[in-house]
């Protein structure tokens, strides 16, 4: 017997496999990940981070795996959420739920933050322009609000758009450099006593931010319920986000050694731009190119990350985990708009209050710490759920290889670059994302218990709440953009 839906729906089946696979892509903000998120990674890996990407990179690809095989079978707004309440139960369901309400809303903070210390470092020391940090998070802002609020057509072409320049700058230059190099190339960078803390001890932690880089490739999940085909189009997507992304990080940060310089890449971590540094010394005034391939790049992830968290409050929302509001969609553009402009006025807030008391890149720093340690946590309660689902629901379909050696393979593996998170802790201010994380886990159960007691209801049916793949076409005469 088919399942009565009541509730508001999204534009169902709108959107094809390029609009999807670039909202996996420009959540990973390929350029603005290079420039800060590997940026800290070199220093604990130095020249050796590009061991860490390779280590980060399989791990990722045995994830989306799992988040594949998943979404095969649920297609949901609700993603990642949905998978675990159907696998493991609707209270585990709960705590991903709420482990996303900190890791995806807080994407687009991180990035506004991203967004103003390039902008207000390029105009004032390049340009001899001072313009106010805190106007260019209101630009980001205003950018992504308007993106996101007028329909998932539009925010996903965007996307494309925004993220093949990215790509493209990036890898451009980064292949320059390596050719550039000649002779000074080396396979020394794979070699873990080159790390700078001389052991594999660095390997992982820089790994730790190279997972960072990673976060965001199974983003396609959310948007099951709008993609077409989506029990096809998104493990294909999730596949090859990481997989592609993951080699443009190999590359490009192999050319950051060899761009800077093998010996010297404990002063790379000193500089607070130094792919623009590079692109002035290589390319003269085409500093200009990846200034606006970073800038774009927070602007294209930021996008993707609303899109992204939206979609999970309105699943939730739509069954009264959130207040119902969230579960409501605009009449015309088929987006859960007012999820959208709760996300939006929280991201400028975090990002105003964040940049103000630490400044942008602190900011930044704390923000990723935070969001890293929640969705490891998330990503080994996913590989669990692939291997109990098809254990306990689809037995006849189980394989050996894909849903019980790649998911435990996974698990294993993240072990690692959480324990090196701390132990020993790093730094402050970036400490403060791990107690952050560590106050956010504990309030969840808090909060699991007063809804298990109060709305055991709704916590129930999150296992539900999914759109079956009816392999259909757009809706006749649809115009959303």
């Not at 991180?110 to 805190?134: C, E, H, K, M």
């Not at 494309?160 to 451009?172: D, R």
């Not at 939006?344 to 602190?362: R, T």
Request: proline share 5%; glycine share 8%; net charge neutral.
């Amino acid at each position: 017997m088919e399942r009565e839906q009541r509730f508001d729906h999204l534009r169902e089946h709108s959107i094809g496999f390029a609009q999807v696979l670039f909202q996996s892509i420009t959540h990973m903000a390929p350029a603005a990940a290079v420039a800060f998120s590997l940026l800290v990674g070199f220093s604990f890996a130095g020249p050796v981070l590009p061991l860490s990407v390779i280590f980060a990179l399989a791990v990722a690809l045995l994830i989306a795996n799992s988040v594949g095989q998943l979404a095969k079978q649920m297609p949901s707004a609700g993603g990642l959420y949905t998978y675990t309440s159907r696998a493991l139960g609707p209270r585990a369901g709960f705590l991903v739920g709420w482990a996303f309400l900190l890791a995806e809303p807080l994407v687009a903070p991180l990035l506004y933050l991203v967004f103003a210390a390039t902008a207000s470092d390029a105009f004032q020391n390049r340009l001899g322009i001072n313009i106010p940090w805190w106007v260019w998070v209101l630009v980001a802002a205003v950018l992504v609000f308007y993106l996101t609020y007028w329909g998932i057509r539009l925010s996903t072409n965007a996307g494309i758009a925004l993220g093949i320049f990215e790509i493209v700058a990036f890898l451009a230059l980064g292949l320059y450099m390596i050719f550039a190099a000649g002779g000074e190339n080396t396979l020394q960078v794979f070699n873990p006593a080159n790390s700078l803390e001389g052991t594999w001890s660095g390997v992982f932690k820089g790994m730790v931010f190279s997972i960072l880089a990673f976060i965001g490739f199974e983003a396609a999940a959310p948007l099951g319920e709008e993609a077409r085909n989506p029990t096809r189009t998104i493990p294909r997507v999730v596949l090859a986000s990481a997989l592609v992304i993951g080699l443009f990080y190999l590359v490009c940060s192999y050319a950051s050694v060899m761009g800077w310089g093998f010996d010297k890449m404990a002063s790379y971590v000193e500089n607070p731009d130094p792919w623009t540094t590079m692109a002035t010394r290589y390319w003269g005034v085409g500093w200009i190119i990846i200034f606006l391939a970073i800038v774009n790049s927070a602007i294209a992830n930021a996008n993707a990350g609303v899109n992204a968290a939206t979609r999970v409050m309105y699943a939730m929302g739509r069954i009264d985990v959130l207040p119902r509001a969230f579960g409501r969609t605009h009449p015309e553009h088929r987006t859960p708009y007012v999820a959208t402009i709760a996300q939006s006025i929280l991201a400028l807030v975090v990002a105003l209050v964040l940049g103000a008391v630490f400044d942008p890149v602190g900011g930044f720093s704390i923000i990723a710490t935070a969001v890293t340690i929640v969705v490891i946590l998330v990503y080994m309660a996913v590989c669990l759920s692939s291997i109990v689902f098809y254990l306990r629901e689809r037995r006849d379909q189980f394989n050996v290889l894909l849903h019980g050696v790649f998911p435990v393979l996974a698990i294993l593996i993240l072990f690692a670059p959480l324990y090196y998170q701390f132990f020993p802790l790093p730094p402050y201010p970036v400490r403060l994302g791990n107690y952050f994380a560590i106050i956010w886990i504990v309030l969840g159960f808090v909060a699991l218990g007063l809804a298990a007691s109060r709305r055991p209801q709704a916590i129930a049916q999150a296992e539900e709440i999914f759109v079956e793949d009816e392999s259909a076409e757009p809706e006749s005469g649809s115009t959303g953009r």
